[in-house]
């Protein structure tokens, strides 16, 4: 007797419970259970530990982000105002 048990997962949900516990998500591939082609009949996920660098740098990337975008809003203040001052 052949008993199988399967489980399938909302992918969203499977990847928000990843990226909670501290994975990255490095490859993902798709099988051929439904009729895609691919190298493989099983969904694969390719999951990588963060490392605490690539987590520093991440984050420091999101606040040079936004300090990108205040600086480019007083630069624009800023030649508005030479802009001012030049037609008086």
């Given at each position: ?16 419970w990843i990226k909670?516990s501290?994975?990255n998500?490095?490859?993902?591939y ?9 190298f ?18 991440s ?18 203040q ?11």
């Amino acid at each position: 007797m052949l008993i199988l048990f399967l489980i399938g997962f909302q992918e969203s949900l499977l990847i928000d419970w990843i990226k909670e516990s501290g994975l990255n998500i490095v490859g993902k591939y798709y099988g051929s259970w439904c009729g895609r082609k691919s190298f493989t009949y099983q969904d694969l996920l390719i999951v990588e530990k963060k490392t605490e660098f690539k987590s520093k740098l991440s984050n420091y990337q999101m606040v040079l982000k936004k300090y990108k975008s205040k600086l480019e809003r007083i630069k624009i203040q800023i030649d508005a105002s030479k802009s001012q001052i030049n037609q008086t």
